[in-house]
């Protein structure tokens, strides 16, 4: 047997004999145009016998079965897949470009590009998926498979931000409930909670931009979303302790008194609060 795109001459015959009034006549077999390669499949080819003595016997010639297989292809350059949107099948992602060769002559061999296993729903990000490469001429040539990295993107969500309750000075962001909020994508509502992105700041007084995360619930058809909401950071009202004014004169003001000792300490954290006291 040979392979389409090999000549008659790749084959080897074997056996065979000649004889004349039953006497073997010594001579040869070759194929009668041993540069002819013959399409795949069972072909009967002209073999011709060349007596050794060609002054008392003539050359016969007659067809023999040759199997022809069918050529292997290769991949030479792997098509180009277009991006999905997480959730999609492969047969979404169009492949476009690629190339092929028979592995014998090393000939372009057209033909299609698929996907091997196109109901997949391959995850976020980039991964490896099989391919399979059909040639146009299914009759001289096999199919082949190879590997393309597709890139899946997180489906797109819309959020609508919750409304963080006010803390005190002193407090975390950890302090600040979170109510309301909501995801979708398309006209489909996504689950998911909104938490602060990082809960153990402590912000300064005042109307703070605070960065708020929303994390799906599935994680695989989309992505996390973070945004900014406004937190009310009130002041804190320290805890006194009020000093001890010194006596004064009647007549003398307020002024000659000297106050001593008193404290301040933060309500929310009991840390001493830098201050004076004055009348």
């Known amino acids: 047997a040979i392979t389409y795109g090999q000549t008659l001459a790749s084959s080897t015959l074997s056996g065979g004999s000649a004889t004349f009034n039953n006497v073997t006549v010594p001579g ?5 145009t041993p540069g002819t390669a013959p ?4 072909q009967n080819e002209n073999v011709t016998f060349t007596p050794t003595s060609t002054s008392q016997y003539s050359s016969v010639t007659n067809t023999v079965s040759v199997l022809v297989n069918k050529a292997a292809t290769s991949i030479t350059v792997e098509p180009t897949p277009s991006t999905l949107t997480s959730g999609q099948t492969l047969a979404s992602s169009t492949l476009t470009g690629g190339s092929a060769v028979s592995t014998i002559t090393n000939a372009a061999v057209a033909g299609a590009f698929t996907y ?7 995850p976020p990000g980039s991964s490896s998926q099989g391919v399979t490469f059909t040639p146009g001429d299914t009759n001289d040539y096999l199919p ?6 597709v890139q899946v993107n997180a489906a797109s969500i819309t959020v609508t931000w919750p ?4 803390i005190t000075y002193g407090q975390t962001l950890a302090s600040s409930t979170l109510s ?5 994508s398309g006209n489909t509502p996504v689950l998911g909670t909104f938490a602060f992105t990082t809960p153990g700041t402590a912000p300064r007084a005042g109307p703070q931009n605070e960065s708020v995360t929303f994390t799906p619930t599935s994680t695989s058809p989309y992505s996390p979303v973070t945004n900014t909401v406004s937190v009310l950071v009130n002041k804190a009202t320290p805890k006194v302790t009020w000093p001890t004014a ?3 004169n009647y007549g003398q003001t307020l002024a000659s008194s000297t106050l001593t000792g008193g404290s301040a300490v933060s ?7 830098p201050g004076r006291f004055a009348f």
């Open 28 to 32: 040869s077999f070759a194929f009668s």
């Open 39 to 42: 399409p795949a499949g069972g």
């Open 116 to 122: 091997t296993k196109p109901t997949t729903v391959p």
């Open 144 to 149: 082949t498979t190879g590997a393309v990295n």
């Open 163 to 166: 409304t963080a309750s006010a």
């Open 180 to 184: 309301g909020g909501s995801a979708t």
């Open 246 to 248: 010194s006596a004064i």
């Open 267 to 273: 309500p929310v954290t009991s840390v001493t609060v």
